[in-house]
């Protein structure tokens, strides 16, 4: 009786492990990388921050001056927009649909792409409440930071891929 408990977690796990399922690990980036120079255009202090703490827990190492680097990793384009998604019965904005967007590229100190300009798209859902604005406005402000932190991740696996 107590090997018939056990099977069906047996039978998940060999299931699992069938299909090619496996968490998503660290994706680290090659050492022949070298230095890398993060282009983010304007004053987007939080993008360069992530991506900064990104690749070097990564193993890359950073530097100020594109001079200096053996690669560019150009941000072209990062932006927010917002649509409303819908609206109650007296005509007010119940939810909206917060969208981020942005290019990004890896050049070699040749100029060469190492990695080809791409783009990355991420969409989060957000409610709003007129009687609780602040709430609101800070269910917003995270809804920012964590499309920020996906974009992040994609641009990282997406470079790991290629690179690879």
């Given at each position: 009786?107590k090997?018939?408990?056990?099977?069906p977690v047996?039978?998940?796990?060999l299931?699992?492990?069938?299909?090619?399922f496996?968490?998503?690990?660290?994706?680290?980036?090659?050492d022949?990388?070298?230095?890398?120079?993060?282009?983010v255009?304007?004053?987007?202090?939080?993008?360069r921050?992530?991506?900064?703490?990104?690749?070097?827990?990564r193993g890359?190492?950073?530097?100020?001056?594109?001079?200096d680097?053996?690669?560019?990793?150009?941000i072209?384009?990062?932006?927010f927009?917002?649509?409303v998604?819908?609206?109650?019965?007296?005509?007010?904005?119940?939810e909206?649909?917060?969208?981020?967007?942005?290019?990004?590229?890896?050049?070699?100190?040749?100029?060469?792409?190492?990695?080809?300009p791409?783009?990355?798209?991420?969409?989060?859902?957000?409610?709003?409440?007129?009687?609780?604005?602040?709430?609101s406005?800070?269910?917003?402000?995270?809804?920012?930071?964590?499309?920020?932190?996906?974009?992040v991740?994609?641009?990282?696996r997406r470079?790991?891929?290629?690179l690879?």
């Amino acid at each position: 009786m107590k090997r018939l408990c056990h099977l069906p977690v047996l039978v998940a796990v060999l299931l699992l492990a069938g299909c090619g399922f496996h968490v998503r690990g660290n994706y680290q980036l090659p050492d022949t990388l070298g230095a890398v120079f993060i282009d983010v255009p304007g004053y987007d202090y939080d993008l360069r921050h992530r991506l900064q703490q990104a690749l070097t827990s990564r193993g890359v190492t950073l530097v100020d001056d594109a001079a200096d680097a053996d690669a560019v990793l150009q941000i072209t384009r990062p932006r927010f927009a917002t649509r409303v998604l819908s609206v109650g019965t007296d005509a007010r904005v119940r939810e909206h649909e917060l969208r981020y967007t942005l290019g990004f590229q890896l050049r070699g100190r040749d100029g060469k792409y190492l990695v080809p300009p791409q783009s990355v798209e991420l969409l989060r859902d957000v409610t709003y409440d007129e009687t609780n604005i602040l709430g609101s406005q800070s269910e917003q402000s995270a809804g920012r930071l964590e499309l920020q932190d996906q974009a992040v991740q994609q641009i990282v696996r997406r470079l790991a891929a290629r690179l690879s």
